[in-house]
C-alpha cells in the first residue's frame, strides 16, 4: 500500500461538514482517495456514508469545506457537474434506463452521430467494444430490461467510467447480487483498479470489504473515526469502529441477572422466510427484554418483519403459552397481542400531517374496527395520559407530529403501540436519529414496560444500551441467527466478538 | 425474437389479416384506388398520430389536438375570407401559433409540474373555444390556390391516386421515424418514458424535450387542420370533436404502450391504416351502421391493453426464469 500512499491523492475533501435542520449529519470529515486504490467507507445507517456521496457527487451543497480533484478545488453542483469533473457514481438499484436498449443507456446523451443522425451500427459497434473490455459479450441491441441485475449493474459502471473516468462511486454495488456476480463485480473492480481509477466503496458486507478494499474510512454519527488501511485491522477492531461506546458511563458492564425463571410466553420454532431470515427458535419470557445485535442487513429487522407478519414466514410455527397460533399479517400479529415501532418511523411509522392524538389512537382504532369508532373524549384523555406518562414535548395534542422533534415522534409511534395494550412489543431501533437526552428516557421506558410485565424484543445497534437493559441477547449474521448471550455473558465485548466472526468461524 | 417488435409485429398481422378478410369477400378493396383513398381519408388523423406517438411514448397525452385542428380550419378559412392574404403565409402563421400553443402546454406541464391530462384537457377547451370566438358558422374556402391542390394527385399503377394530402401524411411518417430513432431528441423522448427522475440523472434535458415534444404535437395539429381545411373546403368550429381520441386509439393499436417507454411510429401507420380499413369495409358493405366501426376499434383497444399487460408479465416471467436456470 506504501506505493499508492506516496502518490498524489487524486480526490481529497478536507473538513467537509454538512448539516439538516436539527442535526449535523457530516461534521468535519476529512476523506483521501488515491488514484488506482479501492477505499471502502463504513458506518451503520445514519453514520454519514450517503451524505458524504452526497456532497461529493453535488446532490448535496456541502455548509463547509474543500474538495480537491488532483489538488484544484471543485464544486460540483449535481450528479453531471460532478461526471465533468470526473465523478461517476454506480447505485444498488441501478439507474438506467430499462426500456432503452443496452448500446442506448451506455450512451444516452453521447450517441455517436453522422451527418445529425445517430448511426446505430457504429453506436452498437463501440458499446460491443466497451463491454468487451468488462468481459460482456451481449446483444446490445437488445433493452436493458432484458438482462439480469448483476449485468445492468456492470452497464452502469461502464458508462460512469466512460463519462468521468477518474473517480468511481459504488454504492452497496453487491447488495443484490449472488456470490457467482459478486465475484465477476470484483473482477471488474480490480481491472478498473488496474486502470488507475480510484474507487469508492460502501458496503456492509464485511469479507467483501476485506475482500477488495485497500483502506478503510469508518463514519459513526456524522464523524470521521479513522481510515486505516485494509490489512492493518481485523474484523473486531473494525466492528468496534463501526459500532463504538457511545454511552460510557452508568452503564452496567454485563446484562441484567434478575430474571424469574418461567415458563416461556411465547415460542417460534424454526420460523422462518427464504431470502431473509434463515429459520430460528426463538422463546420469550413474561417481563423479558431480549436484546438483537447485528451490523446493517444482517437479518435484524427481517427477523422483527417476520415474527410480526409484515412478511409472511415460510417454515415453522409460533405458539403463545403451548398453544399454537397463526402469524401470517400484521392483523394476526395484532390480534395476537404483538406491537411493532419499525425501524424507519419517517417511512413505516408516524403520518407526519396526523395530529399527536390521531397518530396514538390509530393502530387501536385499526384493532377494534373501523365501525366502532373510539370516542372523541377517549381520544383526547388516552392522548394526553400518553403525552404525561411519555413525557411527549408537544404544545398539545393536535399539533401534527410532522413539527416534534425526533425523540418525541418516536415516543409517539411507541405510544400508539401502547395504546393497543401489547403483550408482546417489538422496537426495532428505538433510539436512531434522536439525541442523547431522549435516548436516556426510552431506555428508561424499556426498562419501566418490562417491568409492568410487558415482554420485548429490541433490535439496536448501540451494544451499550442492550448491555443496560437485555436479559438475553441474540446476535445475527448473515441472515443468521449466530448466539445467544444470556445474563453475565451479555458484554459488548462478547457481542462484537460475535458479530465480527467470519463465515469460516475465525474472528480475523 | 426481441420482445420489443412483438406488438409491432402484432399490429402488422392483424392489418394483413383483416386485409385479407376484406379481400375475400370484396376483391375489389385490393386496389391502389382504396389504398390511395385509405390515405386521402386518414392524412389529417396520420398526421396527428404522429404528434401523439411522440407524446405517448414520453408517457403523457395530449387531448387537445382535435380542438387544435379544429381551431386551425376556422383560423384559415377566416383569415382568407377576411384578407387577401395567399394561403402559403396564412398557414405559416398558423403553426407558428400552434407549435407556440404545445410548446406553452409543455412548458406548464414541466414547470408546474401538472399531469398532461389535465393541461392538455385545458388546451383542448382553450382551443376549440378560440374556434367559436373566430366563427360560429361553417366558413367556406374558395380560393385557387386551395382547388389547384385538390387536383394534384399522383396517379398509381392501376389507376390510384395518391393525393397531395395522402403523401404529406406519408413524408410525415416517415420524418417523424427518423426522429424517433436517428436523433438524440428521439432516444431522449423514449428516455423520459422509461422514467424521469433517472432520465434527468443520466443528463437528459428534461425540460427542453418535455418542452419540444408538446411543441411537435402542436405543430403537427396544425399541418393536419391544414390538411382537414383541404380535404374539406372548409373551417367549423365544430369539426374534428373527439378525434384526439381516434388517434390515442390508433397509436395504442400500433403497438405504442400507453404508460411510455415503448412504441414506434411505423406502428402507428398501421395502427391509422387498420382503423381506415374498417371504415372502408363498412361502406363497400353498405348495410352496416357506422358506428361499428367504433365497436370495433374499442374491441381492438381493449384486446391490444390485454396483449401489452400480457408481454410485460411474460417478459418479467421469463427474465426470472433465465436468471434462476443460471
Known sequence: MSDVANTLPLLRAVGVTKTFPGTVALDQVDFTLQAGEVHALLGENGAGKSTLIKCLTGAYRRDGGEILMEDRPIDPRGTLDAQIHGIGTVYQEVNLLPNLSVAENLFLGHQPTRFGMISGREMNRQARETLSQYGLNIDVSRSLADYSVAVQQVIAIARAVNLSGKVLILDEPTASLDSGEVKMLFDIIRSLKDRGIGIIFISHFLDQVFEISDRITVLRNGRLIGTETAASLDRVQLVNMMLGRELEHETRETGKTDLAPGDPWLEFDDFGKKGRIAPFDLKIRRGEVVGMAGLLGSGRTETAETLFGAVAHDSGKARKLGEAIQLRSPRDAVAAGFGFCPEDRKIDGVIADLSVRENIILALQARIGWARPVPRKKQAEMAEDFIRRLDIRTSDAEKPVGLLSGGNQQKVLLARWLATNPKFLILDEPTRGIDVGAHAEIIRLIEDLCEEGMSLLVISSELDELVAYSHRVIVVRDRHHVAELVGAEITTDNMVEAIATSHNGSAA | ?326
Not at chain 2, 383513398?37 to 389529417?44: G, K, S
Not at chain 2, 374498417?278 to 367504433?294: A, E, H, P
Open chain 2, 1 to 326: 425474437m426481441n420482445s420489443r417488435f412483438l406488438p409491432l409485429a402484432a399490429t402488422v398481422a392483424i392489418f394483413i389479416l383483416a386485409y385479407a378478410v376484406c379481400y375475400a369477400q370484396f376483391p375489389a378493396m385490393l386496389s391502389t384506388r382504396v389504398i390511395g383513398n385509405l390515405f386521402t381519408d386518414n392524412a389529417f388523423l396520420g398526421i396527428i398520430a404522429v404528434g401523439m406517438t411522440f407524446v405517448i411514448i414520453s408517457g403523457g397525452i395530449d387531448l387537445s389536438v382535435g380542438s387544435v385542428i379544429a381551431f386551425s380550419g376556422v383560423f384559415i378559412s377566416v383569415v382568407l375570407r377576411d384578407t387577401g392574404l395567399h394561403p402559403i403565409p396564412v398557414f405559416a402563421m398558423l403553426l407558428l401559433i400552434t407549435t407556440l400553443f404545445g410548446a406553452a402546454m409543455g412548458a406548464t406541464i414541466h414547470f408546474l409540474e401538472m399531469p398532461a391530462f389535465i393541461v392538455t384537457l385545458a388546451g383542448m377547451f382553450l382551443a376549440r373555444g378560440m374556434a367559436y370566438v373566430l366563427s360560429i358558422d361553417s366558413v367556406p374556402i374558395n380560393h385557387e390556390f386551395y382547388s389547384s391542390i385538390q387536383s394534384f394527385y399522383w396517379l398509381m399503377p392501376g389507376k390510384g391516386r395518391l393525393t397531395f394530402i395522402g403523401g404529406l401524411m406519408l413524408v410525415v411518417f416517415v420524418a417523424g421515424m427518423l426522429v424517433a430513432h436517428r436523433t438524440r431528441f428521439g432516444t431522449n423522448v423514449y428516455a423520459l418514458g422509461g422514467g424521469t427522475h433517472t432520465a434527468q440523472l443520466m443528463g437528459v434535458p428534461v425540460a427542453r424535450t418535455t418542452i419540444a415534444i408538446y411543441a411537435l404535437s402542436g405543430f403537427l395539429a396544425g399541418l393536419s387542420g391544414i390538411v382537414f381545411s383541404i380535404y374539406t373546403s372548409a373551417g367549423y368550429s365544430l369539426a374534428t370533436v373527439g378525434v384526439e381520441l381516434d388517434a390515442i386509439a390508433a397509436v395504442v393499436i400500433g403497438g405504442t404502450l400507453l404508460t411510455g417507454g415503448s412504441g414506434f411510429i411505423a406502428g402507428t401507420l398501421i395502427g391509422v391504416l387498420i382503423m381506415g380499413l374498417i371504415q372502408t369495409y363498412i361502406i363497400f358493405d353498405g348495410t352496416l351502421s357506422s358506428w361499428w366501426t367504433k365497436i370495433v376499434v374499442g374491441m381492438l383497444l381493449f384486446a391490444f391493453i390485454v396483449l401489452q399487460k400480457g408481454l410485460v408479465w411474460f417478459t418479467g416471467r421469463n427474465r426470472t426464469s433465465a436468471e434462476a436456470a443460471r
